[in-house]
């Protein structure tokens, strides 16, 4: 089902990462890396979800000597383009990030491409920071591949985040910036029209 078109969120996860007994440290912040094609779409999402305090792109996966645009469009770096996000786990949960990842973002049964965007680079992918979100990741995907909620079964790749590079500077709110980019129209806006849609409580508008 295209993301546009389906009407209500996939199924949250069964199991998400738990609050700490203590509590939540008192301006604690998170880090949370996923890759799902294009990274201006992937932070047209997530720089409007309440409790994400920042978004970066950028790439992962592969070494620093090739972490720049030109280079990993060649599709031979390991690197895909990512985002990195920054967020207030007393505001929003690791388990709805990934719930919105899953949702709006991307198809997650698309190997190593989404639409029209081909290659390696374009995979869909999580960079867990720990081993909770390495269970909560893996634990959420069986659950939805078990669920038949996509038909065909999830690809993306959960491993080890060993380093993120910032992408360069005109990439960032690519989206902000050229609101009337076709490739914006047609990809992305309706990304956003999506969240908005499926998670109401959590939408936010996004100025730079």
Partial sequence: MAIESRKEPIP??????????????????ETAVFAGG????????FQRVKGVIQTTVGYSGGAAETADYKTVCS???GHAEALEIVFDPAKVSYGTLLRIFFSVVHDPTQLNRQGGDIGTSYR??????????????????????????????????????????????YHQD????????????????????????QFPSLFQEYTR
């Fill in 12 to 29: 949250a996860p069964l199991h998400d990462i738990a609050m700490p007994e203590s509590g939540w440290e008192a301006g604690q912040h």
């Fill in 124 to 169: 869909s992918a999580i960079f867990y920071t720990d081993d909770q979100q390495k269970k909560a990741a893996e634990d959420y995907v069986k659950q939805l591949d078990a669920a038949h909620i996509f038909g065909k079964p999830i690809v993306t790749q959960i491993v080890p985040l060993e380093a993120f590079y910032r992408g360069e500077e």
């Fill in 75 to 77: 599709t031979e770096t």
């Fill in 38 to 45: 294009c990274f201006w779409g992937v932070q047209s999402v």
């Fill in 174 to 197: 690519y989206a902000i910036k050229n609101p009337h980019n076709p490739y914006i129209q047609v990809c992305d806006i309706p990304k956003i029209g999506a969240l908005q849609q």
